[in-house]
């Protein structure tokens, strides 16, 4: 069963009760800031039994946004430690999301949650998830069918239950030459080209988004922008006037997130 680490952000979410993340595949990983100097006792009581499997973060100065930025590190150090586990943040900031959808789009199992009883079933859903995505499917098997052996040492061959085998017809030289010169782009295609759009789409994953706005920013001669709002107009541009604000910004926290850019009180600059 692979692991589940439960990353908490104190600040924003104070759970007293963990009988949820009792399952021995859960790890538990409390994030404190420096205000948060008092704990309830079933949230203690609850850890220490947990032993190795929870620990504490804590910070020992405040800042903007300070817990934040050590939650998505941690986040970061657990998936290199192990890729196969799944992650979850609990709470309730909504500034998580544009990582999540980073880490989705490169494979791994990360999700965020407003409270610990949102929670997805760690223990048994993900046992099964990996049960059925390991079974082996017998190849050449359909319903309805049985493997018949040809007893001359061919490879079995597959029969449908109550009606004999009946052996596709091979395609005619003229009818592969007719497919060819209908494929769609040809000289002399019957069909027509699927059409292309200039811009992409509202429900284009937020990692798409945000190769397309790198790609558009270093192809562009007039350097990149160096503050926030020049550069929400360059991704405003590149995406088409029916690209929801909202999603603007989330490629712009994603960019943020990422270290594509880098924000310096007022003004933006980018990695050498």
Do not use: C, W
């Amino acid at each position: 069963m692979s692991a589940s680490h439960i990353l908490i952000d104190f600040e924003n979410v104070q759970p007293k009760a963990l009988e949820q993340l009792r399952a021995a595949n859960v790890h538990v990983h409390v994030f404190l800031g420096a205000r948060n100097t008092k704990l309830p006792r079933e949230l203690v009581l609850a850890l220490q039994s947990m032993g190795e499997r929870a620990q504490y973060i804590t910070l020992a100065t405040s800042g903007t946004n300070a817990l934040d930025f050590v939650i998505a590190y941690e986040l970061g150090v657990l998936t290199m430690q192990d890729r196969e586990a799944s992650f979850h943040i609990v709470s309730k900031d909504k500034g998580f999301d544009p990582l999540v959808d980073l880490l989705r789009g490169r494979g791994l199992r990360v999700g965020r949650s407003a409270s610990i009883e949102q929670l997805p079933n760690l223990a048994g859903g993900q046992a099964k998830r990996r049960a059925t995505k390991d079974k082996p499917e017998t190849p050449g098997k359909t319903a309805g069918s049985k493997i018949t052996a040809a007893g001359d040492g061919r490879p079995p061959r597959a029969t449908t239950s109550g009606a004999s085998a009946t052996t596709r017809p091979q395609a005619t030289k003229k009818s592969a030459l007719t497919s060819r010169r209908d494929r769609p782009g040809r000289v002399g295609s019957t069909q027509r080209p699927a059409k292309k759009t200039g811009h992409p789409t509202a429900d284009a994953p937020v990692e798409d988004l945000r190769e397309r706005a790198l790609q558009s920013m270093n192809a562009r001669r007039g350097g990149k922008p160096t503050r926030r709002k020049t550069l929400l107009n360059l991704l405003r541009a590149n995406f088409g006037g029916d690209m929801p604000e909202a999603r603007i910004e989330d490629v712009y926290r994603a960019m943020v997130a990422n270290g594509d850019v880098l924000v310096d009180g007022e003004r933006l600059t980018y990695p050498a």
